[in-house]
């Protein structure tokens, strides 16, 4: 049953009963119309209460069937423009009764209902452009006229998701008094005899003393980049000052059709279930589950350590703090009530919720005060024996059962959990920094972790709202090993002529948020550094350009020192530098190899080496699936979603093309690095995709 109506006093109830979310798929909405046809011709029935329960109204359509297009379930009848249609021809009231999210198609249903009631909990939003579309059932058209058109744009091309105070606060919806339910029926009581108050026989509004010309220009000419699907919100909305709704609404559910093809739309919705699909919980035996984490011991009280303890601490866990000296927690303390002091200033955080968060925060001047923690992670220096001396130490102190977290980015997390007498305890919690603002979680696996272990991991990043992603150990997990080989082609790149500024831009137009030096400048280029060092002891047949090692012996390691490969004013702004400018040069001049190198061939060295590391990834077994390794750039080094990510990336550029450059770039200047992954080739050779979940089977 998706659809539950009960009749009390005249007034019918009409509740969406299509568990977890009220998806909008083809069985709900014949459903809804029949059930809604029902109710308007049975004369015993005054008005009606649409609502989707008590936890969800509807979070709109089925992403699912959208993989169909055109000829898929999505347009087939009653397609959904033709229920919100019908809700506001309606000749009986309609009130809408909203608690939890209320977004997308479910938000078209309750715009086009004649009053819209909400609790404390309810959400609403127009969010289909990310996943490049907008929406299909007179959104662009019904909001901008209760709204005004300033308000809608920001909702609409921005895909914003609003709360029900600012949803109060623009006229989206009114607070319901008491019980939603009961507030509801009277509402709708108070409708029946009156005329009907339709938000379609509204008109849509400008900001006062503002042309439509002058106003549409500035909003497209802000988008950057320049997308289909945000242009289109643009221009749907535009259409509300000059077309009724209904043929407005046509109008927008053409573009929504045109921009489901779109290769943007496909690799959001990739994208979309990418991020759904990663960090599964591992199976169980049964009756046993993640162990409970309530309190936290952090390791470490520097940039990375604070930034962890700040997202524990947002997430409502008792937190402990130590470190080596007084001194260091005192100073990640301040770091700490800082954060908190700074975002109750901008009105992010009210002073009782800032002052409430910090009382779950404890210090504690050594490791014995770890002893009652759950959960403890080491976010020290990355170095092999201080990582293992803290472990040993967090080994003798802690009960059995308690889980052991290393945040180290590249080291072995199984000598690691070698220093302890209980290495199924140990996993690897690789943030990224900011740690209370990224949402990656690599979540690592090491050769003894238990199923109980991993399970209680998952349990928690999803506690402090992360998105974790399994991997197993290798030198830099999946992140950090595949960026390490971006990183080698820029560097290359370098080598034979190539500016650095002209190698950011070029990815930067790509879509990467930072280009390549721009990105190890906030990183810290002596970071880098010492992991060249490193390597070179233990991987000699794998040389770096000494491009990167020439910028850090002259100390300029990035943003912190000042200067690193650009040079940075005193708000941080970065600029290209003469200095660099020479030394590049002249490092291209003494290995006598420059040539012409093409915008195209900077992205396929760049790009084409994450996709062979990452096929390398795949083989090896350290990612679990293809769209892990998607997930992880997008949200951990800046990989433009609407390409989906690197995997899905060559996919779409066909593998057989993935694999001719591979091959040609390995006939020239350090041509040992693009040795294509076998399962890349065997891929390449079936025609298949590196994302069918399925390739690595088959081959």
């Not at 005899?193 to 802000?222: H, I, K, M, N, W």
């Not at 979309?272 to 009756?287: E, I, Q, S």
Request: aromatic fraction near 6%.
């Amino acid at each position: 049953m998706t659809i539950k109506v009960e009749t009390t006093r005249g007034i019918a109830v009409l509740t969406m009963d299509r568990p977890p979310v009220n998806a909008l798929d083809l069985s709900l909405r014949t459903a809804l119309l029949e059930a809604l046809a029902a109710i308007l011709s049975d004369a015993r029935v005054d008005a009606l209460v649409l609502t989707g329960g008590p936890r969800v109204f509807s979070a709109g359509a089925d992403i699912e069937e959208f993989a169909a297009g055109l000829d898929g379930p999505t347009f087939c009848e009653p397609a959904l423009p033709g229920i919100v249609a019908a809700l506001d021809a309606a000749s009986k009231p309609i009130v809408a009764a909203i608690s939890g999210p209320c977004l997308g198609g479910g938000l078209e249903l309750a715009l086009a209902c004649h009053a819209r009631l909400c609790d404390a909990s309810a959400k609403f939003g127009l969010p289909e452009v990310k996943l490049g579309l907008i929406p299909g059932a007179g959104g662009t058209q019904r909001l901008p006229r209760l709204v005004g058109i300033e308000t809608a744009l920001q909702l609409i091309v921005r895909g914003n998701v609003v709360d029900a105070a600012r949803a109060i606060e623009i006229g989206l919806a009114e607070r319901a008094a008491g019980d939603l339910r009961e507030a509801a029926i009277q509402r709708a009581r108070a409708l029946v005899g009156r005329l009907l108050p339709r938000v379609s026989d509204r008109d849509a509004r400008l900001p006062e003393g503002v042309s439509a010309e002058t106003y549409f220009a500035a909003q497209r000419a802000a988008l950057r980049p320049c997308l289909p699907a945000p242009r289109a919100c643009i221009d749907a909305v535009e259409l509300s000052l000059s077309h009724a709704v209904a043929e407005g609404s046509q109008r927008e559910f053409e573009l929504f059709g045109r921009l489901i093809r779109t290769p943007e739309s496909k690799a959001l919705r990739y994208a979309f279930f990418a991020d759904r699909n990663a960090g599964r919980m591992p199976v169980l035996p049964h009756g046993l589950g993640p162990h409970k984490v309530q309190r936290v011991g952090i390791v470490g009280t520097g940039t990375m350590g604070s930034g962890i303890a700040i997202a524990c601490l947002d997430a409502g866990l008792t937190t402990v703090l130590t470190d080596a000296t007084a001194a260091a927690l005192a100073a990640g303390r301040a770091r700490i009530e800082a954060h908190y002091a700074s975002a109750e200033k901008k009105g992010r955080l009210s002073a009782a919720a800032a002052a409430e968060r910090l009382e779950h925060l404890t210090l504690a001047e050594s490791f014995d005060g770890l002893a009652g923690c759950e959960l403890v992670i080491e976010a020290v220096y990355e170095d092999m024996d201080v990582k293992r001396a803290v472990f040993r130490e967090l080994d003798r102190v802690l009960a059995p059962g308690a889980l052991l977290a290393s945040n180290t980015s590249t080291l072995d997390l199984d000598k690691i959990a070698a220093a302890t007498s209980r290495p199924a305890s140990v996993i690897g919690l690789h943030f990224f920094s900011p740690a209370n603002l990224m949402r990656l979680l690599e979540v690592v696996r090491g050769r003894e972790t238990s199923d109980i272990a991993l399970a209680t991991a998952l349990a928690f990043g999803k506690t402090i709202g992360k998105l974790a992603v399994v991997a197993r150990v290798c030198d830099g997990f999946i992140g950090n090993r595949m960026f390490e080989e971006y990183l080698r082609q820029a560097y290359f790149l370098v080598d034979v002529g190539v500016l650095p500024w002209r190698i950011d831009a070029v990815l930067e137009r790509f879509g990467m948020a930072m280009g390549p030096f721009a990105v190890m400048d906030l990183a810290g280029n002596d970071v880098g550094w010492a992991i060249r060092k490193r390597r070179a002891i233990e991987e000699p047949e794998q040389p770096y350009s000494t491009f990167p090692d020439q910028i850090c012996e002259l100390k300029r390691f990035g943003r912190k020192s000042g200067a690193g490969c650009y040079a940075y004013d005193a708000a941080g702004r970065r600029s290209e530098d003469p200095v660099i400018t020479r030394l590049a040069s002249e490092h291209a001049r003494a290995i006598g190899r420059i040539r012409d190198v093409s915008d195209g061939e900077i992205i396929e060295r760049c790009i084409f080496a994450l996709v062979n590391e990452g096929a390398k990834l795949l083989e090896e077994g350290i990612a679990e699936q293809a769209s892990d390794l998607d997930v992880v750039f997008r949200h951990g080094y800046g990989f433009p979603a609407y390409r989906g990510g690197p995997l899905f990336y060559a996919d779409t550029q066909g593998l057989d093309h993935v694999l001719e450059s591979l091959l040609s770039f390995r006939q020239g200047y350090q041509g040992w690095s693009w040795e294509p992954a076998p399962l890349l080739i065997e891929a390449a050779r079936q025609g298949a995709r590196l994302t069918d979940t399925d390739i690595r089977r088959a081959s």
